[in-house]
């Protein structure tokens, strides 16, 4: 598995911009297909957004279809999510989250149970 580490997050006005940055350790990084979860309080945590391994496939969540971009660097062993047009609903912890077998291909919306490895979490907060 891989360990990983979130940054970026702070306050942010509503409609502004934000990239959050997820660092990868260990072996194989780019063999990790990886996503962005997110968990407002009280709320379960969901899912946000999935790029595969290899790369070009990424999905989104309906909520942030078409503000939120997801993209991996494998010679940085970084994922990012550049996210345009906050809304004080995005308001949440955002988690980093590697996929729990190599090479696996995720699914348009993929569950929490199919990752493994999780960073500690960054805050976001959208003020109105």
């Known amino acids: 598995q891989v360990q990983l580490v979130e940054s970026g997050g702070g306050l942010v006005q509503a409609g502004g911009s934000a990239r959050l940055s997820c660092a990868a350790s260990g072996r194989a990084f780019s063999s990790y297909s990886m996503a962005w979860f997110r968990q407002a309080p009280g709320k379960e945590r969901e899912f946000v957004a999935v790029?595969?391994?290899?790369?070009?496939?990424?999905y989104y969540a309906d909520s942030v279809k078409g503000r939120f971009t997801i993209s991996r660097d494998n010679a940085k062993s970084i994922v990012y999510l550049q996210m345009n047009t906050l809304k004080p609903e995005d308001t949440a912890v955002y988690y980093c989250?590697?996929?729990?077998?190599?090479?696996?291909?995720?699914?348009?919306?993929?569950?929490?149970?199919?990752?493994?490895?999780w960073g500690q979490g960054t805050q976001v907060t959208v003020s109105s």
């Open positions: 989250a590697a996929m729990r077998a190599l090479w696996a291909t995720p699914t348009s919306n993929p569950s929490t149970s199919d990752f493994g490895s």
């Open positions: 790029i595969s391994w290899t790369g070009p496939s990424t």
